[in-house]
């Protein structure tokens, strides 16, 4: 038999064309919320993290959210302002490599680099990580980039609404097919249609914008949450432990940090966070749908570039792949939550270790997708194209049937006998339809009742009562009174993020 010998490769013999690479991070997500949830992010984090701390442990007497009294401390290991002028000056400085050769070793990430940054911090060394546990820099730096996740999502979101509200109004008078069960029902306006879209959006920016400002930190809480070795570190003095905790909650931007908790912050959060982000991948899923089924139709379509191939085989096509991504992203990110809700289902006691790996998964592929999703969803409304003419040509083949009872009502105003009328139009109503149907013709309701003399006393009248404007009801009014009550006020949150129109590399 014939011998197949492998030869083992390292991560050096690789170009970054050999090895697997997320396509969230190179094809879908935007600059920023790939740098949000890198690896330079989050060590940079734990490290100005030790210097909050560092600093932290130094105060003695706290005033308020923004001034501090500095007095000397009664114990073993005192903190100077040399030592934290050294952690400051290399919290950027970070040398991966080492810090890489030294987790293999150790096997312990946070070890890794509390001994990488000693090196290059040597007055600071006896005092990093002073009193804290792993989850110290782990779950605070989650928690951070979960926030700043969260508000790069929702400058996104809150661009989306902008422009479909601009497409919204410039269409809000415009006739078009309503659809239920996706059978032809009473006429809208293609303006109104979207705001369905937007209505939806609003609430994802409600839930966003509120998972965002729930978040808390988890703070200086120690192996189990108990704060103990931080109450002996300050001598058994409760208040100290206290305020360490506020003070560094404060540095790090939250207003709060978590009252309770084991060694991890609780993973409930990450289900909400989650949730909300599943929820986004909903509402765009089902606006993006409706483009596709309405581009299908001809009616409206999302932006096709000149140069752009929409099939390898059938040259003539224009495909909607900007929304079946949107979908196909969505449709990953709506399953996401599960991993979160199995997680938080399965943390033992004060914590077990199993969150770590689908964490570092979950979490940046949840936001990275949502990222991708909304980035392209924006590009979308930013180039709707309309198509008024054939959207009114099937107008034309459903409004007659639509009509009938105008045309009755019109009658009896005339002095016909509603009863007789109704039959008359059904008759020639069923007959109009068989001729679509069975033969494949155009609708001729509107020329049976011309012909028929029973019709006399409104034949000057049935262009007026094919109006299709005139079967719209508030429509173009619901638009406006939207938009100015309800997403204007929304707008005025983000009116200094809402400028920059997204064109897609791939």
Known sequence: ?????????????????????????????????????????????????????AEGEKVKNYINQLQYVWRPLNWVCP????????????VHDIDFLQAAKTERETRHDVMAHVKTYASQCPKASPIIHLGATSCYVGDNTDLIVLRDGFDILLCKLARCIDRLSQFARQYKSLPTLGFTHLQPAQ????????????????????????????????????TTGTQASFLQLFEGNHEKVKKLDEIVTIKAGFSKAYPICGQTYPRKVDVECLNVLASLGATVHKICTDIRLLASMKEIEEPFEASQIGSSAMAYKRNPMRSERCCAIARFLMALPAN??????????????????????????????ADGI?????????????????????????????????????????????????????????????????????????????????????????????????????????????????????????????????????
């Open 340 to 369: 979160a809700i199995n997680t938080a289902a399965t943390q033992w006691m004060e914590r077990t270790l199993d969150d770590s790996a689908n964490r570092r998964i979950s979490l940046a592929e949840a936001f990275l997708s």
């Open 79 to 90: 903190i100077t302002e040399e030592q934290i002028s050294e952690l400051k000056s290399n």
């Open 374 to 506: 909304l980035l392209t969803l924006q590009n979308i409304c930013e180039g709707l194209v309309v198509y008024p003419k054939i959207i009114a040509l099937h107008i034309e083949q459903e409004l007659p049937f639509m009509a009938t009872e105008n045309v009755i009502m019109a009658m009896v105003k005339a002095g016909g006998d509603r009863q007789e009328c109704h039959e008359r139009i059904r008759v020639i109503s069923q007959e109009a339809g068989n001729r679509v149907k069975l033969e494949g013709k155009e609708n001729d309701l509107v020329e049976r009742i011309k012909k028929d003399s029973y019709f006399a006393p409104v034949h000057s009248q049935l262009s007026a009562l094919l109006e299709p404007s005139s079967f719209v009801g508030r429509a173009p009014e619901q638009v406006e009174e939207f938009l100015k009550n309800e997403v204007e006020k929304v707008l005025l949150k983000y009116k200094n993020n809402l400028e920059g129109r997204v064109t897609l590399s791939v």
């Open 187 to 222: 006429l809208t306006t293609v303006g109104k249609r979207a705001c369905l879209w937007l209505h939806e959006l609003l609430f994802d920016e409600r839930a966003i914008y509120r998972a965002r400002n729930d978040l808390c930190f988890r703070g200086v809480k120690g």
């Open 1 to 53: 038999s014939q011998q197949i010998h492998f030869k083992l490769i390292t991560m050096s013999d690789l170009s970054i064309y050999d090895q697997y690479r997320n396509p969230l991070s190179t094809r879908y997500a935007s600059k920023d919320m790939s740098y949000n949830f890198s690896e330079s992010k989050k060590f940079r984090t734990w490290r100005q993290l030790w210097v909050f701390l």
